[in-house]
């Protein structure tokens, strides 16, 4: 089981920025394809990037051109830049292994976002 922990979370204005960082246990890291999973409140939790284990992305269209997702294998450490943030960003956090596209290990405490002014 991969073990992750999540950090960097905050309050932001509107059109602001913050940079998630998630770190994960396990020695094959770096052929795991990694992503960043939301969850706002009263929704399901939904998965807004992800990173293959070669450095490809794809990203949701709600973060699409604001979010970049980047990964450092030699630090078992996976990265959001989020930028032109915007109320309805505002969520829990987290990051998760993804296979076949969906979460595969358990979760961490995720990391709070709101963006307000």
């Known amino acids: 089981q991969v073990q992750l922990v999540e950090s960097g979370g905050g309050l932001v204005q509107p059109g602001g920025s913050l940079r998630l960082s998630c770190a994960a246990s396990?020695?094959?890291?770096?052929?795991?394809?990694m992503g960043w999973y939301r969850q706002a409140p009263g929704k399901e939790r939904e998965l807004v990037a992800a990173?293959?284990?070669?450095?490809?992305?794809n990203y949701a269209d709600s973060v699409k051109g604001r979010f970049t997702i980047s990964r450092d294998n030699a630090k078992n450490t996976v990265y959001l830049q989020m930028n032109s943030l915007k109320p309805e960003d505002t969520a829990v956090y987290y990051c998760n292994r993804v296979v076949s596209g969906r979460p595969f290990s358990s979760w961490g405490q995720g990391t709070q976002v709101t963006v307000s002014s």
């Open positions: 396990g020695s094959i890291f770096s052929i795991y394809v």
């Open positions: 990173v293959t284990g070669g450095g490809t992305t």
